[in-house]
């Protein structure tokens, strides 16, 4: 079972931000929310990670509600070679083994 | 350059034939992990190691087969056994430990069982 649910699709405009939200209303307090993105027939790709507070990296920010039971990825000026599906994953500190990929949101990014 | 590298990237067998998947990693890294993703859907966990000579199974290690002799290396070998072989197979890599231990993957083999 993933521990996370997100929209199966989404659309944006080239030059516009994307921003795509994260359900994980059952996350325990020592979990972290995890985003992994795979563009097409490639291995994912880490993107960022973050506990309660707000995260900030050179590829997106990550925006934690305050009770923590949703996130949203930011990626602020959206080009074409962000179309991917974008996986949000919660896991305890030191549990790799319990990385759980769903089935993503698919990122469609339009000129 | 560090990174994982997995070989073959396509590779086509006949039905009944055990299958080996190379992965080998110059990162460093203590853990590697083998995930199957079928067309459409999440990348499900097959087989993980955290340090050489131990490994264990994952959500679908029916089938599968893994070897850790080396750090930098993690073999998979489909085997006759397995059902439905066709998919698209990954390879992963993180610290054993570090609250970071983010993974890095390679770019993927595609299996097709004809």
């Known amino acids: 079972d993933a521990k996370t649910t997100q929209p199966p699709s989404m659309d944006c405009a080239e030059g516009r931000a994307a921003n795509l939200p994260c359900n994980h209303s059952?996350?325990?307090?020592?979990?972290?929310v995890y985003w992994y993105r795979q563009i097409h027939s490639q291995g994912p790709q880490y993107i960022i990670h973050g506990l309660k507070n707000n995260e900030t990296n050179e590829m997106a920010s990550l925006i934690i509600t305050e009770d923590r039971k949703s996130s949203t990825l930011i990626l602020p000026h959206a080009t074409l070679r962000d179309t991917a599906v974008y996986y949000c994953?919660?896991?305890?500190?030191?549990?790799?083994?319990?990385?759980?990929f769903g089935a993503g949101t698919r990122l469609t990014v339009k000129p | 350059d560090g990174g994982i590298t997995q070989s073959p990237k396509y590779l086509f067998r006949k039905e009944g034939q055990n299958v080996t998947l190379s992965c080998e990693q110059n990162l460093n890294h203590d853990a590697m992990y083998w995930y199957r993703q079928d067309p459409g859907q999440g990348l499900r966990l097959i087989y993980y190691s955290q340090i050489v000579n131990d490994f264990q199974k994952g959500d679908i290690a029916e089938g599968y087969s893994v070897s850790r002799e080396k750090k930098e290396s993690f073999p998979l070998t489909v085997t006759s056994a397995q059902k439905n072989p066709t998919a698209f197979y990954l390879c992963?890599?993180?610290?054993?430990?570090?609250?970071?231990?983010?993974?890095?993957f390679g770019e993927g083999s595609r299996l097709t069982v004809l």
């Open positions: 992963a890599s993180s610290m054993k430990r570090g609250l970071g231990g983010e993974l890095f």
């Open positions: 059952t996350i325990s307090g020592n979990e972290y």
């Open positions: 994953i919660v896991r305890a500190p030191y549990n790799n083994n319990d990385m759980r």
